[in-house]
């Protein structure tokens, strides 16, 4: 089954505004992620004694509340952010919610002292204003990611909160052993929120048509192959229609999934390094940050291969995001088993198997993190808020999960049991995704005079049979 693009425009060559667009959101996923995982990596120097650093007694339900505590502010605004990003542009809300987070760092030094529910405070308010990131990043993505290129450049954006996680972890060590202290990290992390908020507000826009410095030729080629529609913006969201979608829920399930497992080795994985495999804080931390790399650079491996495979009709779409998700949830499920057997005499295989347990979720990438995009390119914000905000609530639970179950952190048989525990929930989420999950665009996404959408739902066929381009301008690869 052939397909052109809607009036048959061609790819503009060379790198487009579109590129520096998702530069600019690369960058602050990886600003934003600094101020979501600078406690999980300054929680163990802020409980150890260290040279010229104040520390505190916090017991391990206090650190698993304060870990989960980010979550309970971060759940509540998802689907007020994706509204908010639909009414009023999701650069506005966007730059202005990372340079909050960016204040709110430099007070977390300060309210330690009070004791950990003062720390508890913030990172719900720090979880407030992170709920706006995807919600808002995805409203972009929808807006100026053309159908063609969506498995690199959406997976290329988001891969930035990989390095953001990998960078923290892997100066973190560098950072407590120097004068600062573990202060200096929210310091840091405070300073960088705020500088790359001045330039996204300089030179983001929230459409190719408002954009500055873009050909007409770029924006007519981006809005032939997004199934976005400028009039999306005055459209309700169709709540009834999105809520009685198989696929919707399909796609919940595989995002639920994907922030258990992610969640409980980001938050839990620098304590398990540290008590398990008996690693000091500075070896810590660069250990914690190679899962991270390595899932980054996988992303950039992934998305090609993906993009490569549909555009030249290989495999239909609904196939491809099925197929990368099973990599990405079933591979770490596998990893993780083996994990739960390692002690601190296996420090090597640990090391390899939680590298390989959080790098291979890279394959997410290309699955259902692009599906709400795929089911609906007008209300891929909302939906967005609404799958994360429900996910983030097992990101609530994760850590008081392992809380309740790691009363002697040292002891390898309790972890085994958190590592089997999310190996069953990455087997049953994605089970649920292969069996609903869809990659077409919904009716509910236009209405009758949306004639863009429309147009990319008619080339698109229900089963998602595909798009084989017919043309070498087609051909991204």
């Known amino acids: 089954m052939g397909f052109e693009p809607s ?11 579109r590129h520096w667009q998702a530069v600019l959101l ?6 934003n992620y600094f101020q979501r995982v600078n406690i999980s990596a300054g929680i163990v120097p802020m409980t150890q004694s260290t040279a010229g650093a104040p520390f505190y007694s916090w017991g391990t339900s206090d650190k698993s509340l304060i870990l989960s505590s980010f979550f309970w502010g971060y759940v509540i605004s998802q689907v007020p952010a994706g509204l908010l990003a639909k009414r009023f542009g999701a650069k506005l809300v966007l730059g202005l919610a990372t340079a909050i987070g960016g204040i709110l760092c430099f007070f977390h030094p300060i309210a330690a002292k009070s004791g950990w529910q003062s720390i508890c405070v913030l990172r719900v308010l720090t979880g407030l204003v992170q709920g706006t990131v995807y919600p808002c990043v995805h409203t972009l993505l929808a807006k100026w990611v ?23 972890l892997v100066t973190s060590g ?19 929120s705020l500088a790359w908020a001045l330039l996204f507000f300089w030179q983001a826009a929230n459409e190719p048509a408002t954009a500055s410095r873009i050909s007409k030729g770029e924006v007519e080629y981006i809005e032939s192959l997004t199934g976005s529609n400028s009039a999306s913006q005055s459209m309700p969201v169709p709540w009834m229609s999105i809520f009685r979608s198989p696929a919707f829920y399909g796609l919940l399930a595989a995002h639920c999934g994907f922030t258990w497992g992610f969640y409980t080795l980001l938050t839990e994985m620098p304590t398990y390094m540290s008590k ?15 899962p991270y790399f390595a899932m980054g650079l996988l992303c950039f491996v992934v998305s090609p291969i993906s993009d490569l495979l549909i555009n030249r009709g290989t495999i239909s779409i609904t196939t491809g995001r099925k197929l990368f998700n099973s990599i990405g949830q079933w591979g770490p499920m596998a990893c ?8 601190s005499e296996e420090k090597t295989w640990a090391i390899v198997l939680l590298t390989l347990a959080v790098g291979i979720n890279a394959g997410c990438s290309c699955g259902y993190l692009i599906n709400h995009i795929d ?41 085994r049991i958190v590592f089997f525990i999310t190996g069953g929930i990455y087997l049953v989420c994605n089970a649920i995704f292969l069996i609903f ?27 998602s049979k595909t798009i084989v381009p017919t043309s070498d301008k087609d051909i991204l690869f």
């Open 375 to 415: 089911l609906s390119p007008n209300f891929a914000g909302p939906m967005m808020g609404v799958t994360n905000g429900i996910a983030g609530v097992t990101s609530i639970i994760a850590p008081l999960v392992v809380g309740a179950i790691v009363s002697d952190e040292e002891d390898p048989s309790q972890w």
């Open 276 to 290: 398990v495999l008996q690693l000091n804080v500075k070896s810590n931390a660069f250990l914690s940050s190679l």
């Open 336 to 343: 993780l088993i083996g994990l739960g057997y390692m002690t």
């Open 146 to 168: 053309p159908r063609t290129e969506r498995g690199l450049l959406t997976t290329g954006v988001y891969s930035g909160a990989q390095f953001g996680t990998a960078v923290i």
């Open 7 to 17: 009036e048959d425009k061609a790819r503009p060559r060379g790198l487009g505004v």
């Open 26 to 31: 690369f960058v602050g996923m990886m600003i």
């Open 437 to 463: 999950g869809k990659a077409t665009v919904q009716k509910w996404n236009e209405t009758s005079s949306t004639s863009s959408t429309m147009t990319l739902r008619n080339h698109q066929e229900n089963d």
């Open 174 to 192: 560098f950072i407590f052993e120097s004068s600062m202290g573990w202060p200096g990290l929210f310091y840091l992390s405070g300073g960088l």
